[in-house]
């Protein structure tokens, strides 16, 4: 009888090598798919006298290209093409390709306005390996302006003190967008409710916390010499080299919110930490935050306390657009007080 080992390395080694082909297939395919659409665009060139030449062209070959090539060759496809050139024009020079990416990716990363994060897009999707479902969804929750909403931020703390080239503001979002959870907001939950949710559904959470996170434990125990404290959910981040704490809460933050977690950060600082560490994260996850508790709290000066909004439904963009609005708003009348 043949070694179950003989037949797993057999096994390995076709699915790498049909891995490879479906990889070098599809790199090929989103190559022709460019050079296609700048084709097209140099051939409206030359017929741009007629204000509907473009269209009568695509049209044109839609017919004759689905004639003879059969599918894959619609007017929306063809105009695809077209769009993905326009977007990319410079993809030879300028651009490498992902031949991680499929031109579902493409397509999806192309509706994006924002020539940064169109870049960012691509590039964390390819080193990341986002599916095309994360990808759309991270595009739909404004992935890359909640993660630079606290650039301000990061600039008037770069006045202040030299900084390391990463620094945690950089990997922490407002608000987070929980909307995979699946907790009805219509119906009582709890911070328990919440956090079993997060367990439940943990690889989405490690994707929308962020690059670098890695679950250590759920309500972690952590004590002195006559209490017991639990943490929520514990992380450490191996970009950062530090542990992040996360409390949870179903109200508006509180001071005793923020006090709770100091206490908890310290008695981390001073009991977990091991040698090689960087200081201890501490993130309070609330429903609501009230500016005025942020401004005359702790977490005005200590740059390891953080407070995030987290929503529970997937809001619109525009309503996105407003509460990062909002937030950066906040923090320009911070730094204009104290200049």
């Known amino acids: 009888m043949l070694e179950k080992s003989f037949i797993t390395d057999i096994k390995n080694i076709f699915e790498k090598a049909r891995q490879n082909a479906y990889s070098a297939i599809n790199s090929a395919m989103v190559n022709a798919y460019w050079q296609i659409g700048k084709r097209i665009f140099q051939e409206e060139q030359q017929g741009k006298e007629r ?17 003879e090539l059969g599918k894959g060759f619609s007017i929306a496809n063809l105009k695809n093409f077209r769009q993905f050139y326009l977007i990319f024009p410079e993809w030879d020079k300028s651009y490498a390709l992902r031949s991680q990416l499929s031109w579902t990716h493409y397509r999806l990363i192309m509706r994006v306005d924002n020539p ?14 986002w599916s095309t479902r994360v990808l759309e969804r991270n595009i739909n929750s404004l992935y890359y302006e909640r993660l630079l909403s606290t650039q301000n931020k990061r600039e008037a703390l770069r006045e202040q003190e030299k900084m390391e080239k990463i620094h945690p503001v950089d990997l922490i979002k407002d608000p987070y967008v929980l909307e ?14 919440i956090e079993s949710a997060i367990i439940s559904n943990l690889q989405q959470f490690l994707l929308e ?3 670098g996170f890695s679950f250590v434990g759920r309500q ?4 002195t010499e006559t209490k017991h404290f639990y943490i929520d959910l514990v992380f450490y981040n191996y970009i950062l080299k530090c542990f992040v704490l996360i409390d949870l809460k179903i109200k508006e933050l509180s001071h005793q919110d923020i006090g709770q977690m100091d206490m908890y950060v310290r008695l981390f600082e001073d009991r977990m930490k091991t040698e090689g560490d960087n200081p201890t994260i501490g993130i309070i996850l609330c429903t609501e935050k009230d500016q005025t508790i942020v401004k005359y709290s702790v977490l005005e000066e200590n ?24 937030e950066k708003q906040f923090i320009r009348e911070q730094i204009r007080s104290k200049e």
């Not at 940064?116 to 390996?129: D, G, T, V």
């Not at 995979?180 to 409710?193: A, I, K, P, R, Y």
């Not at 740059?303 to 909002?326: G, H, I, M, N, W």
């Open 51 to 67: 204000a509907d030449y473009g269209e009568f062209l695509i049209q044109g070959l839609s017919r004759q290209l689905s004639k």
């Open 116 to 129: 940064k994060a169109r870049e960012y897009y691509l590039s964390e999707a390819a080193a990341e390996r």
């Open 180 to 193: 995979f959870l699946g907790v009805n907001m219509q119906s009582g939950f709890t911070e328990s409710d």
């Open 209 to 211: 916390l962020g690059k």
């Open 220 to 223: 972690y125990r952590i004590s």
């Open 303 to 326: 740059k390891q306390l953080f407070a995030s909004k987290y929503r529970l439904v997937l809001p619109t963009e525009d309503e996105l657009r407003l509460e990062l609005e909002r």
